[in-house]
């Protein structure tokens, strides 16, 4: 069993920074990459940012230059530090884990439940 557990969602207004975190826990062999995706009502699922455990980063194209993205491996956790947020950020953000739970098993996604994000103009 897997769990990912995200935390710093809120509420702030345009222009303002939120940092998520997310750690996973639970039976976990090694974890090959962690993300970021988001979803605004009406929307589909999209990917935010993403890092593998060898700190290679993907970000979406629009997000580049607000959104980092980091990862601390000895804690299983990753974090998205949000900047000069817009209400189009607006949106539950779900934390991604891609790992194996044994040297054996094959790799398996897993989600978090989802951190609202609300941004005020």
């Known amino acids: 069993q897997v769990q990912l557990v995200e935390s710093g969602g809120g509420l702030v207004q345009a222009g303002g920074s939120l940092r998520l975190s997310c750690a996973a826990s639970g039976r976990i062999f090694r974890i090959n990459a962690m993300g970021w995706y988001r979803q605004a009502p009406g929307k589909q699922r999209e990917l935010v940012a993403a890092i593998t455990s060898g700190a290679k980063t993907d970000y979406a194209d629009s997000l580049k230059g607000r959104f980092t993205i980091s990862m601390d491996n000895a804690k299983n956790a990753v974090y998205l530090q949000m900047n000069s947020l817009k209400p189009e950020d607006t949106a539950v953000y779900y934390c991604?884990?891609?790992?194996?739970?044994?040297?054996?098993?094959?790799?398996?996604?897993?989600w978090g439940q989802g951190t609202q994000v609300t941004v005020s103009s």
């Open positions: 991604n884990a891609n790992l194996f739970q044994l040297p054996t098993s094959g790799a398996q996604g897993y």
